[in-house]
């Protein structure tokens, strides 16, 4: 039954009840992002200062659940891969990918809520790009664990997970999954499934090709040797030609595989704008659409050195974080602001049906008050993210000689001074294999 | 009390009840055979037709007799590994200490302990040697060794379209000879899931 139809008593008790409605809603939601925002700065700071203990203490004091569990699980996943914890990690990663497949089903509340309230109404689901890299990190988890038969199973299941979030915007050809297809390739040779790395550097390459006019960069060289090495070798022995001397090369040496989180990801700010209504007496005394807009952060490393002893091998961006997400956010902005101006359009409506319906008593122009003031404050952007994944991925592979071997990294800034420098003793390299090293530099101090 | 206030009263009551219901954590036993699919993941139930196949199957299935015939004793099986080439992370062990159960309980088969086992037998062999007394003390060098080893994969293929997936898995087993590399037998299990995910929550 329209409102105008309704019995003046009832009528008036759902004018009451949905301003009601929009206060307690704007006491209990407006809190929760101050101290959302103001808590995943401190653990980031801490994540920076390299206190992780801290970092997952402050993580925990905040209390994400609800809406907001999934933050929970893929910040805590990713403090505890910081710290080399991979098992923690892992087991939060694959709670994350469970909560996000049970949050892919759409629940009426929570839409309802995204129109009526604001955008915070909605479970964190993550954005393509947040749900495509826990794949890597997971996969990578699994690598320096010396799990390499669960790093395939995930390199596998990331074949569907991609194709289904593609699925919902194909267009959004950046969308690739690159790096980690590059990283699944590396999975498949590692357990010797050579012809599945085959098609994953293939896809990598394609995907790296495809994202290049939004992040500036191609394919990783060391990407486009791997593909070449293995179609050579297909061709070699489709043709009976074995290359003895290359194999036995590629035998006596295996590779260390160093990968860097470089600074901190984007954030999100709020962008709102308040417009005076011109009409008072009819709708909200102000207007207010929020939308969220991107904040680079700036990232430390340029580039990194690997040594060990005389050899070194150059980093490569693998993993343009920033220019990725701020394409997304570029694509998913349309409808956002649909969705803001639809509620603009309906705070006002219901602001305006209590106006017109109350007259000069006192009751009813404080409850007119009250709309107001709750279509204001109700009124905000969604800026939640994974903000502790890296503005960006930077990769240096490194032949050696099987044995042990001491690893000395260098951190470059762009103007070329060294930024830091650490030291790995006695990292193990076995033959034909590949040892992966991780390690994460968020800040310039 | 007016009518109007009780029929308000009876609903907050009714409210409260189905908060507090959600509130609770339920627990309730079930047996181990009762089909329960939540999510469509490969879970105990495909785990246990596995096992039920491969035990009817290995048990019935020739090797051991010829085996018997051959030898007059029986076969000592020791188990390898088995390859978990699918999309998830399966758990293995449940069905393959199923099958080695089966194998020890029927007589037929002796089983001897893995290569991840056998360490910690060795080494309490080892503390045997210094901690034990001579009459109790169990030497070096008198494992049994055995004549089969069991190996396997588990493959899956999936085919996914929005809240749609189609699980086929496919569970090998083979039992080849330590001596010469022969399969003596091989053991099949295919399992099909159709999953439609729920559009709402």
């Not at chain 1, 160093?258 to 709020?270: K, N, R, V």
């Not at chain 2, 396997?152 to 569970?171: C, H, L, M, P, W």
Request: with cysteine; aromatic share 6%; proline share 2%.
């Amino acid at each position: 039954m329209p409102l105008t139809q309704c019995p003046a008593a009832f009528g008036d008790r759902l004018r009451r009840l949905l301003a009601g409605v929009l206060v307690v809603l704007a006491v209990v939601v407006l809190p929760g992002c101050a101290t959302y925002s103001i808590g995943v700065a401190k653990v980031e700071l801490e994540t920076s200062n390299r206190d992780l203990d801290g970092a997952l203490k402050s993580l925990d004091e905040l209390k994400l659940s609800g809406a907001d569990q999934l933050l929970y699980h893929l910040n805590k996943a990713t403090l505890l891969r910081l710290q080399g914890d991979y098992s923690a990690s892992t087991r939060q990663f694959e709670t994350a990918k469970s909560l996000i497949d049970k949050l892919n089903a759409i629940s009426v509340t929570e839409q309802t809520g995204s129109v009526v309230v604001n955008d915070t109404m909605k479970a964190y689901e993550g954005t393509a790009i947040e749900q495509l890299l826990i794949s890597a990190f997971e996969e990578l988890n699994y690598l320096q664990s010396g799990k390499l038969d669960e790093a395939a199973v995930e390199a596998r299941q990331f074949d569907i997970r991609q194709r289904l979030i593609v699925a919902k915007d194909p267009s959004a050809v950046y969308l690739s999954g690159a790096f980690v297809r590059y990283l699944n390739g590396m999975v498949y040779e590692e357990v010797g499934e050579s012809d599945s790395a085959r098609i994953d550097y293939q896809k990598a390459l394609a995907g790296y090709q495809a994202q290049s006019a939004i992040t500036g960069t191609g394919a990783p060289a060391a990407l486009k040797a791997d593909l070449e090495r293995l179609e050579n070798s297909r061709h070699s022995e489709a043709t009976q030609k074995s290359p003895v001397h290359a194999k036995q090369a590629i035998r006596d040496e295996g590779e260390v595989v160093f990968i860097l989180h470089d600074g901190l990801g984007p954030t999100l700010a709020e962008n709102i704008v308040h417009i005076a209504n011109p009409d008072l007496q009819h709708g909200t005394a102000i207007m207010s659409l929020a939308v969220p807009s991107l904040v680079q952060r700036p990232v430390p490393v340029a580039r990194f050195e690997l040594n060990a002893g005389a050899q070194s091998a150059a980093s490569e961006l693998v993993e343009d974080v920033n220019a990725l997400a701020r394409k997304n956010l570029e694509d998913r902005l349309p409808a956002i602001t649909a969705r803001a101006v639809a509620r603009m359009v309906l705070k006002n409506a219901v602001a305006k049906n209590v106006k017109n319906r109350s007259g000069d008593n006192g009751g009813n122009l404080l409850l007119s008050i009250v709309t107001d003031v709750s279509a204001i404050v109700s009124e905000r952007a969604d800026t939640r993210n994974w903000s502790l994944l890296p503005g960006n991925i930077l990769m240096a592979r490194l032949s050696l000689p099987q044995g042990s071997h001491d690893l000395a990294v260098n951190y470059y800034d762009r103007a070329g001074n060294i930024l830091a420098t650490r030291q790995y003793a006695a990292v193990t390299v076995t033959a034909g294999r590949k040892v992966f090293v991780s390690d994460y530099l968020l800040v310039a101090h | 009390m007016t009518t109007k206030n009780k029929v308000w009263l009876m609903a907050a009551t009714v409210v409260a009840a189905l908060f507090l219901v959600g509130c609770a954590t339920e627990v309730k036993r079930v047996g181990v055979d009762e089909v329960i699919d939540i999510s469509g993941a490969w879970n105990d139930t495909d785990s246990r037709l596995v096992s039920e196949e491969m035990i009817r199957d290995s048990l019935s299935g020739g090797w051991i007799d010829r085996y018997n015939l051959t030898l007059k004793k029986a076969p000592v099986v020791i188990i390898g590994k088995i390859r978990n080439l699918s999309q998830e992370h399966i758990n293995t062990n449940t069905f393959v200490n199923d099958l080695e159960r089966a194998f020890v309980n029927s007589g037929r088969v002796d089983v001897v302990a893995s290569s991840s086992e056998r360490g910690d037998i060795r080494e309490e062999r080892t503390d045997m040697d210094l901690n034990a007394t001579e009459a109790t003390r169990k030497e070096m060098g008198k494992e049994t060794g055995a004549d089969y080893m069991l190996i396997g994969s588990i493959n899956t293929i999936i085919d996914a379209q929005d809240k749609e997936q189609v699980r086929f898995y496919q569970v090998d087993l083979t039992l080849v000879s330590l001596a010469d590399n022969r399969k003596v037998w091989t053991g099949q299990k295919k399992l099909k899931k159709d999953i439609k995910n729920a559009k709402f929550r």
